[in-house]
C-alpha cells in the first residue's frame, strides 16, 4: 500500500536480547488512516548497530516518522 503523505508514520521497535551488544530487532512502520491501517515496510535483523537502522529508515523516507520504543528500550 502507499502511504498518505499527510498522515504522520509510526514506526514501532522490538528490542529482542538484553544484553550489551546489538541484538535481534525488528521494526514495524504503520501508518493509521480513516477506520484502517497500511503497513508499508518490516525490517528484521540481528547484530546490527543503531547506525544501521537509522540509514534504512532514512533511505526509505521515514525521517518524520515517530519512533515508539519498548518498554525495555
Same mark, same amino acid.
Given at each position: 500500500?502507499?502511504? $498518505?503523505?499527510?498522515? #504522520?508514520? *509510526?514506526?514501532?521497535? $522490538?528490542?529482542?536480547?538484553?544484553?550489551? *551488544?546489538?541484538?535481534?530487532v =525488528?521494526?514495524?512502520?504503520?501508518q493509521?488512516? *480513516?477506520?484502517?491501517?497500511?503497513?508499508?515496510?518490516l !525490517? *528484521?535483523?540481528?547484530g546490527?548497530? !543503531? =547506525?544501521? !537502522?537509522?540509514d534504512?529508515?532514512?533511505?526509505?523516507?521515514?525521517?518524520?516518522t515517530w519512533?515508539?520504543?519498548? #518498554? $525495555?528500550?
Amino acid at each position: 500500500m502507499q502511504r $498518505d503523505p499527510l498522515m #504522520h508514520m *509510526r514506526a514501532y521497535f $522490538d528490542i529482542c536480547g538484553i544484553s550489551a *551488544r546489538p541484538d535481534a530487532v =525488528s521494526i514495524w512502520t504503520a501508518q493509521f488512516v *480513516r477506520a484502517g491501517n497500511r503497513r508499508p515496510e518490516l !525490517l *528484521r535483523g540481528a547484530g546490527h548497530p !543503531l =547506525s544501521v !537502522l537509522v540509514d534504512w529508515m532514512r533511505s526509505r523516507g521515514y525521517s518524520n516518522t515517530w519512533v515508539i520504543l519498548p #518498554h $525495555d528500550a
